[in-house]
C-alpha cells in the first residue's frame, strides 16, 4: 500500500469525530490546501490539531489570488466544484482539522514524535509563505514549491482531471455527509443536518436550492419571500413579495427583492437596504455597480456611494473593464458616451480610443483626430495634439511626446515636470530599483537619471554619459568613456570603475546579483551587495550556463572566458571544479561525444569522484557506442566503485550478469548483485528484482514478490504503477487497483483497466456508459484490441449504444491494426 496521511474533523471538548475521514492524500500535503490546515496548527505525537474556521478563511483568501491570478472568477468549471468545496468545509460540524501522518512515518527509521516535530515546521514556514503570497497579491512567491512535484504551475494543479479545482482532494461520502438537508413534515420543510438534528423547523411551504457560496437559501411561507442560511439561521424573515437568489457583491451576500412590484437591494446580513425598492428593473453590471432603471430611464448604483449616474439616459450603461468606464451607445455614430465610475462625464469617444493612464485617460489617435489628448478624471483637457504617451505599472507619472521634445506628467500632483528641459528621448522600466516614477532621460546637457516622484535628478545629466542600462535586481549601469560605474537606489552612484557590467546567471539572485569585470578578474556581487572575486575554478560553472545570460551580457563573458582559456593552455578543465568537469562530460555524452566525455570523466574520477567511475563503466559496457564498446575494461571500472559500496556500479554489475555482456549469463549473482544495491538504497535494483519475478523469464512468476519490490521502490520515488495495476488486476485486488489507476495522473494506462472494472462490475457498479468511454479513452493512447472489439460491439449490436459512425470508426480503427473483429 502507499503510505498516506488522512484528514478528520473533530471536537476536542466531546472527543467526537465526524464518521468518515475527509480526504487521503500520498505522502505530503497538497499544495493547495496548505493554507487550510496550517492555522494555530500543534502536534501531538503523530497527529497534528488545526483550527478549521480559520483555516477555511485563510483557504479563501489563498483561492481568490488563484481566481485573479488565472482569471477564473467567472468560469464555471472552477466556480462550481470550488463554491462546492467550501460549502462542504463549512458544513463540517467539528471546530478542528486532524493530521493523521503514522504511516507516512513508518517509512523512516527516526522516531515519529521527531519527524512530526520536523513537519511541524515545514508546515509552518509554507504557512507564512503562502500568507505572503496572498499580502503581495504575487503568487510567483509559492514557485519553489514546485520544484519535487512534477506540476509547473497551480493552474496546472487546478485543472488536473482527479483534483478538480481542489474537489476532487476530499472524498464525495464526506461531503455528501456533511451538508444540510431539506426534510419535509406535514407538508412543511425545515432543514436539518448530518447526524439527522433540526436545523430550521419545517414551518415553511418551499425552501429553495442555496446558493454555492453563501449557501442561502430562498424561503417561502404563505405568499412571501425571504432567505434561510445552510445552518437553519433565518437571515431575512418572508416579508417580500418576491426574492430571488443571493449574490456575493461586497462585503456581505445581497438579494434582490420586490415591494408592491418594485425592485430593491438587501443586505442579507443586517437586513438592510442597499437600493431601496423604487426601480422597475436592477442589474448588476461591474463589481459593486448596479445598473438601475426606472421610467423608460437609466442610472448607475455603486454599493458604497449610492447613485452615482442619475436616472436619466435613454440607452442603458454597459462597462468597458479595459480604461473602466461606463458608456452609453449611440445611435447612428459610432462613438460613446464615457463616465468614470465616480459618475463623472468625459465624453464622446470612438470605442477602443480612450485608454486609463494613472488619473488621467490618454484618447488615442483615430480616425476623427490624428493626434492624442490627455484629460484628467474630470474630462478637462492636459495635453492635446500629442504623438505618443508612455505609462509604466504603478507609475503615478506618465511621459507624453509633442512636437518631438518629450513631457512629464504627475497625475496625483496635476503638474507636469522639468518644463525648462528639453527631453529627446526617454526610457523607463517597471519596478526598476523597485522605485516608481524614475525615468532614463536624454537631454541637451546629456544623459541622466529623474525622479519624477520627488522631483529630482538621481544621475545629473552629462555628456560625458554614454547611455544607461537597466539591470536587475535594483541596479542600473551608467557607461561612460572611461568604463562603467554602477547605480543603485540605496548607495547612488558608485566611485569604481568597471569594464563591464552584467547581469546574473538566468536572473538567479543565490549565484549572485550582478557579474562585474575588471582586467583580468571576473567579480560576483553577492545578495548583501558585497563584491568578490569569482575563482577561476568556478568559471566552468559559468561557462556551462552561458546562456543564461543574454545579448551583450553572453558575449563579453564569452570573450572573457575564452581569453582566460587560452592563457591556461591545452587542458583548461583541470582547473575547474569535479562537479563542473562532470557536467561538461555528461553535456558531451548527450551530444554523443563519447570519447571527450570518457576523457573528462576520467579527470573527475582522478579528483575523486566516484559516480565518474560509474560512468565510465557504462560508457565502456554499451554495445551501441562501438567505438568505446570494452566490457572488461568497463567493469573493473565498476568493480573499483562497488568495491565502495557504489549501489549504482552494484545495480549495473548485475544488469551485466543479468544480459551476459563482459560476464557468462548468472541470473544467480546478478540477483546477489541487485540485492546488495538495493542494500545501499538503489531504487532501480528493486525495479530491476521486482521486474525479474514481474516477467517471470528467468524465475519463476510471482506477483507478490513483485509488488513487495516495487512498493519498496515507490518509497524511494521509482514509480512502477503500470506495473503495479497490472498485479492488483491480476490478483483481483480491485480496491488497491483503483487507487494505483487514479495514479495515472497522464491516463497513459488505466483506461484499458476502467472500461475493463467498469464493464464487468469489479469492485465498481457496473457502468456501461463509463466502460465505453474509457475504452475509447485506451485507444488514443495506445491500440487495444479487447477495448476495440468492446467498442465495435457496443456501437454495432447493443441496442442502447447502436451507433453507425462510431462502429464504422472503430472498424476502420480494427482494421488499421490488424484485429480481429468477430
Known amino acids: 500500500m502507499a503510505h498516506r496521511i488522512y484528514l478528520y474533523n473533530y471536537d476536542q471538548k466531546s472527543n467526537q469525530t465526524f464518521d468518515t475521514y475527509l480526504g487521503e492524500w500520498n505522502y505530503e500535503i497538497p499544495l493547495l490546501l496548505y493554507p487550510l490546515l496550517a492555522e494555530d496548527i500543534k502536534v501531538e505525537g503523530v497527529e497534528f490539531f488545526s483550527d478549521k474556521n480559520q483555516g477555511i478563511v485563510q483557504l479563501r483568501y489563498f483561492f481568490n489570488l488563484l481566481a485573479d491570478t488565472f482569471q477564473l472568477h467567472y468560469k464555471k468549471a472552477y466556480y462550481e466544484p470550488v463554491n462546492k468545496m467550501f460549502e462542504f468545509l463549512e458544513a463540517l460540524p467539528y471546530d478542528t482539522f486532524v493530521l493523521n501522518a503514522t504511516d507516512v512515518f513508518n517509512m523512516n527509521e527516526e522516531e515519529h514524535t521527531v519527524q512530526a516535530k520536523e513537519w511541524l515546521v515545514e508546515i509552518q514556514q509554507k504557512s507564512k ?81 442555496a446558493d454555492d457560496y453563501y449557501n442561502i437559501s430562498v424561503i417561502q411561507k404563505g405568499a412571501f419571500f425571504g432567505y434561510l442560511q445552510s445552518d437553519g439561521k433565518e437571515w431575512v424573515s418572508p416579508v417580500y413579495e418576491d426574492a430571488f437568489d443571493v449574490f456575493d457583491f461586497g462585503q456581505e451576500p445581497l438579494g434582490e427583492v420586490k415591494v408592491n412590484g418594485k425592485s430593491g437591494i438587501l443586505k ?87 485608454s486609463k493612464a494613472s488619473t488621467c485617460f490618454w484618447i488615442k489617435p483615430n480616425k476623427f483626430d490624428k493626434k492624442g489628448r490627455l484629460i484628467d478624471e474630470r474630462g478637462r483637457l492636459i495635453i492635446d495634439e500629442a504623438d505618443q504617451m508612455i505609462l509604466i505599472d504603478n507609475y503615478e507619472t506618465l511621459a507624453v511626446r509633442k512636437d518631438k521634445s518629450w513631457k512629464i506628467y504627475h497625475a496625483l500632483k496635476h503638474q507636469f515636470l522639468l518644463e525648462n528641459e528639453s527631453v529627446s528621448k526617454i526610457k523607463a522600466q517597471s519596478n526598476a530599483g523597485y522605485k516608481n516614477n524614475v525615468f532614463i532621460l536624454e537631454t541637451n546637457a546629456g544623459s541622466g537619471l529623474f525622479d519624477a516622484g520627488n522631483g529630482n535628478w538621481l544621475i545629473t545629466p552629462q555628456p560625458e554619459i554614454k547611455q544607461i542600462y537597466y539591470l536587475e535586481n535594483g541596479f542600473l549601469s551608467v557607461q561612460k568613456n ?53 575563482e577561476a575554478s568556478e568559471y566552468g560553472a559559468v561557462y556551462l550556463d552561458r546562456y543564461s545570460f543574454r545579448g551583450k551580457d553572453l558575449e563579453y563573458f564569452t570573450s572573457f572566458y575564452n581569453r582566460w582559456k587560452s592563457q591556461k593552455g591545452k587542458n583548461p578543465k583541470q582547473f575547474m571544479e569535479v562537479g563542473t568537469i562532470k557536467k561538461m562530460a555528461f553535456d558531451e555524452k548527450e551530444n554523443q561525444n563519447y570519447h571527450e566525455a570518457l576523457r573528462l570523466f576520467d579527470l573527475s574520477a582522478q579528483k575523486g569522484d566516484m559516480d565518474s567511475l560509474v560512468e565510465i563503466g557504462l560508457l565502456l559496457t554499451d554495445p551501441e557506442i562501438e567505438s568505446l564498446f570494452d566490457p572488461q575494461r568497463g567493469i ?109 495522473y497522464d491516463q497513459s494506462y488505466s483506461g484499458i483497466y476502467y472500461g475493463i472494472i467498469y464493464e464487468h462490475g469489479m469492485g465498481v457498479k457496473t457502468d456501461l456508459k463509463k466502460a465505453i468511454k474509457y475504452y475509447e479513452q485506451a485507444n488514443t493512447y495506445s491500440a487495444y484490441e479487447y477495448a476495440t472489439q468492446r467498442l465495435m460491439y457496443y456501437y454495432g449490436e447493443d441496442p442502447v449504444f447502436k451507433n453507425e459512425m462510431k462502429y464504422l470508426k472503430w472498424s476502420a480503427f480494427a482494421e488499421k491494426h490488424g484485429f480481429e473483429t468477430d
Open 482 to 534: 572611461e568604463g562603467y560605474q554602477l547605480f543603485d537606489f540605496e548607495n547612488g552612484l558608485s566611485a569604481q570603475l568597471y569594464d563591464y557590467i552584467s547581469n546574473p546567471l538566468n536572473y538567479r539572485t543565490k549565484e549572485g546579483l550582478l557579474f562585474l569585470y575588471q582586467g583580468e578578474n571576473m567579480l560576483r556581487m553577492h545578495e548583501d551587495k558585497s563584491i568578490h572575486r569569482v
Open 129 to 209: 509563505l503562502y500568507k505572503k503570497a496572498v499580502k503581495a497579491r504575487n503568487l510567483s512567491l509559492l514557485d519553489p514549491l514546485f520544484s519535487q512535484t512534477g506540476y509547473s504551475s497551480f493552474l496546472e494543479i487546478l485543472q488536473t482531471d482527479w483534483v478538480n479545482y481542489g474537489l476532487g482532494y476530499f472524498e464525495e461520502l464526506a461531503y455528501k455527509k456533511a451538508a444540510s438537508s431539506v426534510f419535509e413534515e406535514n407538508g412543511k420543510f425545515g432543514l436539518k443536518d448530518a447526524k439527522g438534528g433540526i436545523l430550521a423547523p419545517a414551518v415553511y411551504d418551499d425552501i429553495f436550492e
Open 636 to 744: 573493473a571500472y565498476y568493480e573499483k566503485a562497488a568495491q565502495r559500496n557504489h549501489p549504482v556500479a552494484w545495480n549495473n554489475l548485475g544488469a551485466l550478469y543479468h544480459n551476459g555482456i563482459g560476464y557468462s549469463f548468472n541470473i544467480k549473482k546478478a540477483i546477489q548483485a541487485y540485492e546488495k544495491s538495493a542494500e545501499l538504497g538503489d531504487e532501480m535494483a528493486l525495479v530491476n528484482l521486482g521486474d525479474l519475478y514481474y516477467f517471470g523469464q528467468h524465475l519463476k512468476q510471482d506477483y507478490n514478490k513483485a509488488l513487495d519490490f516495487y512498493q519498496k521502490a515507490e518509497e524511494k520515488y521509482a514509480y512502477n504503477y503500470d506495473k503495479i495495476s497490472e498485479i492488483y488486476y491480476q490478483l483481483r485486488d480491485y480496491k488497491n487497483l483503483l487507487v494505483y489507476l487514479k495514479k495515472d
Open 268 to 354: 442579507i446580513y443586517s437586513n438592510t437596504w442597499m437600493i431601496p425598492a423604487e426601480y422597475d428593473a436592477i442589474e448588476r453590471t461591474a463589481y459593486g455597480f448596479f445598473l438601475v432603471e426606472k421610467d423608460g430611464k437609466f442610472g448607475i448604483y455603486n454599493d458604497e456611494n449610492g447613485l452615482v449616474i442619475p436616472v436619466e439616459s435613454e440607452n442603458p450603461y454597459e462597462y468597458d473593464y479595459f480604461p473602466e468606464l461606463f458608456f452609453t451607445r449611440q445611435k447612428g455614430t459610432g462613438k460613446r458616451k464615457y463616465y468614470t465610475k465616480e459618475g463623472n462625464y468625459l465624453g464622446d469617444f470612438l470605442e477602443g480610443s480612450i
